[in-house]
Structure formats: C-alpha cells, structure tokens
C-alpha cells in the first residue's frame, strides 16, 4: 500500500474538518492477530461491545481506532491491514469524541427482520459498508452518518478507497486508487 495516497484520502484537507480525526473501526474477527496488534499499538481505542465478554468474543469484536496522522504505531496497523478487509474509517470533526463515536456505532450492530428476527450487523466489513451503503436512501444515510463527516472503506481488494459522504444533502461516493507496494 502506498501510504501517501491512503493518508490523502483518510487526511484530506477539508477545511471544515481541519483538527478532525480519523478512526478506524476494525472487524476482530477478520484476523485473530487485530486485537493483539491493537493492544499493543498504543493507540487510543474502545470496544464496540460492552460488558463482560468471554475472550473469544472478545478478539472478534469490533474495535475503534484512534488513527493519528504521521503516528507509526498507525502506519504500522495500515500496512498490516489495507487490503485485508479488516474494517472501515470513520472521519469526524475534532469536536467528536471517541465515546460520542462509539455510542453511535453500537446503535447498529443489531437489526431486526420483517419477521422480528434479531441479527448481528457487520457493517464495519467493507465488503458489507460498500453493499450496503449505496442501497440506502438520503434520510438512511445521514442516520447512518449520524455525527460522522465521512466514511471511508477499502475496495477492489485494497487496489481502491470508496468515500461516502454528504454533499447537498444527499449520499456522494468517490472512489480513489490505492497504489500498492508489491511484497
């Protein structure tokens, strides 16, 4: 992965979001290495689930990410991960705390069926977000959004970065090639 181009999108200089920041919203049960590397990282972060929970659930719950730019403990996670479908970012206003985005991302692990049924919702998969997401109407989206400025997720398996955003009030999907270091 080429770092330069993932921290332009992900960093982009948006005047309105100047001093925001980035989080990444890992899927645990992606790679039983995530919850490890995020311990270890040193990086700011939180559960999505609360409570006591048994450790297996635990190293595949989601976990939010505090990404700050030019850190290596983040660069180091990025490189480790883009490409892999471990999770997607969220872009919010400084303003925005790491609780305030954590509230609002547990209020969609859970949906319900027609029928009533109640099931997890694994939308922090890019591979779900990128399904998902575009099937949703203006007023869908922006609840999803809630107070998020951005969302972004890998694509095409890393080769691309899909950001979903408001722009006049309606959802806007740009997509931007990732460069990627060969191994």
Known sequence: ??????????????????????????????????????????????????GDIHPRLQAAAPYLVHLPPGSPAAAALLKRGWGNAWGIFTIAKADITLAEQRLHLKKFLRVQTEDG???????????????????CTSEEFRTFL???????????????????????????????PVVREPH
């Open 117 to 135: 049924k109640l099931l997890a919702f694994r939308y922090y998969d890019p591979r779900v977000l990128n399904t998902y997401l575009p099937t």
């Open 1 to 50: 992965m080429n770092e330069a181009t993932l921290q332009n999108t992900l960093w982009a200089g948006d005047a309105e979001l100047e001093g925001g920041h980035v989080h990444w919203l890992l899927d645990g049960a992606r790679d039983p290495d995530i919850v490890h590397l995020v311990r270890a990282s040193g990086l700011e972060h939180t559960c999505l689930f609360s």
């Open 146 to 176: 809630g107070p998020l400025a951005r969302l972004v997720a890998e694509s095409d398996g890393g080769n691309k970065a899909r950001e979903f955003a408001l722009h006049d009030d309606a959802m806007r999907i740009q997509e931007y």
